[in-house]
């Protein structure tokens, strides 16, 4: 095989401009449509199966970063609590201030909820650390420990952990995947792009402002709706999908104690919640708890929607897919200081589906083997996040409905 040119390599990378695209794939590539303003258009390389096994893979990663620590992960959630607990009490100081004009109060509240919802994102990560048995060698302390942080976030932790666990065993997998599971064309066509009734609603529907409500609606409803209906996930047509009935057809009878566990978890913390209430009136428990908790599932879904969402990553039906292939399709984005405060979920998130039992301490080490192990393979965008959630809205709408090898495509392409 001819050893490929600067701009083929380019071309994979998905760096090249609409000029430089068109002379190398012709007059029918798809280009993003002007109207969104776009530069470039990340195509994605259509790279043959990799060659390498997961076992060259975690041979490649130094050994200590599979090493589980309960000491060093238990000092991450102390950290974690007392940054919660440091900024509840300045900003209840600060409310105080009876002499402090209301718009600076005002800021300084606006500055909470986005920090403390930041902050409390850190301790999901933690709880989902525990959910993939890596906050500590033991699996009943993982197991408490998560189901108590999940549920104090609202989250109904072994519920979670069942899906979860099944959607890093078929990443990327069309029929098997619990994540973002990419509508079909006919699909989109039929139930998410249909004309409702030809009038203003219609042509409303295709513009910017219309893709921002979206975005917003993703953003704020995403979570729940996945909790609650499973959007986004597998169609079980027929049946109402949640992740709080035993019943549900993404549970085995085995899982019947664990589910009615997380629901038990869920209802003692709505208990506490009615009790603060009932003390301190819904007002303060909406400024202090609910309205950080909107920004944790804020930035669960804008994670987790941005490390799978992406013109080069690629999806699978029986005939192509492996663990491998499934595994290596994320991206890894730079979220600044916000790495930190969330542990690196996503900056190092591609290591993570390939092991998902490392501690997440010890994920960056092992991310910088990786890329040399993984080549072409690994999957890193540091475009500013705004812009690459842009980008990933409005481009991965659809994939074809046939097929064993499928990448997102958008109507706003022409083809």
């Avoid at 519920?159 to 890093?168: D, E, Q």
């Avoid at 066509?189 to 219309?210: L, Y």
């Avoid at 993570?352 to 690994?378: D, I, N, R, V, W």
């Amino acid at each position: 095989m001819a050893p490929r040119t600067r701009d083929e390599d380019r071309h994979l990378a998905g760096a090249l401009t609409v000029e430089e695209l068109a002379p190398m794939v012709g007059p029918k590539a798809s280009l993003l449509h002007s109207r969104h303003g776009l530069s470039t258009v990340p195509t994605a390389g259509r790279q043959p199966p990799p060659t390498f096994t997961i076992k060259q893979l975690r041979d490649a990663v130094p050994a200590h970063c599979f090493e589980r620590s309960l000491a060093r992960s238990s000092m991450h959630l102390a950290g974690d609590l007392a940054m919660i607990a440091v900024m509840a009490v300045a900003i209840h100081t600060i409310d105080g201030l009876s002499w402090l004009p209301l718009p600076m109060r005002a800021v300084a509240w606006a500055a909470y909820w986005w920090f403390q919802g930041a902050v409390m994102t850190g301790v999901w990560v933690l709880a989902h650390e525990c959910g993939h048995q890596s906050f500590s060698p033991s699996r009943r302390i993982n197991n408490a420990v998560g189901w108590v942080l999940h549920s104090a976030l609202l989250v109904p932790y072994h519920s979670w952990r069942i899906t979860h666990g099944t959607h890093h065993k078929n990443t990327n997998h069309m029929g098997r995947d619990q994540v973002f599971v990419p509508h079909t064309k006919s699909e989109f066509f039929a139930d998410v792009a249909s004309p409702k009734d030809g009038t203003f609603a219609d042509a409303v529907s295709e513009t910017p402002v219309a893709e921002l409500v979206g975005i917003a609606q993703m953003l704020l409803l995403g979570w729940p709706a996945y909790l609650l209906m499973n959007t986004a996930s597998q169609k079980h047509p027929g049946k109402w999908v949640n992740h709080f009935n035993p019943s549900s057809p993404i549970f085995a009878a085995k899982d019947r104690t664990d589910i009615i566990m997380s629901d038990v978890g869920l209802l003692l913390v709505f208990g506490a919640i009615g009790a603060a209430i009932k003390e301190w009136g819904f007002g303060a428990v909406a400024r202090y708890y609910l309205i950080p908790y909107l920004f944790v599932n804020m930035w669960l879904v804008l994670i987790t929607y941005l490390q799978h969402s992406d013109v080069r990553v690629p999806h699978y039906r029986n005939g192509e897919w492996t663990f491998v292939r499934g595994a290596v399709g994320a991206v890894d984005r730079d979220y600044g200081i916000y790495n930190v405060l969330q542990h690196h979920i996503g900056d190092t998130h591609v290591a993570h589906h390939l092991f998902s039992q490392m501690p997440f301490y010890h994920a960056q080490e092992a991310t910088e083997a990786l890329k040399k192990a993984l080549g072409q393979y690994y999957l890193q965008d540091s475009t500013p996040i705004p812009k690459a959630l842009w980008r990933s809205w409005t481009q991965c709408k659809f994939v074809p409905d046939e097929g064993e090898v499928l990448y997102y495509s958008s109507p706003y392409k022409a083809e």
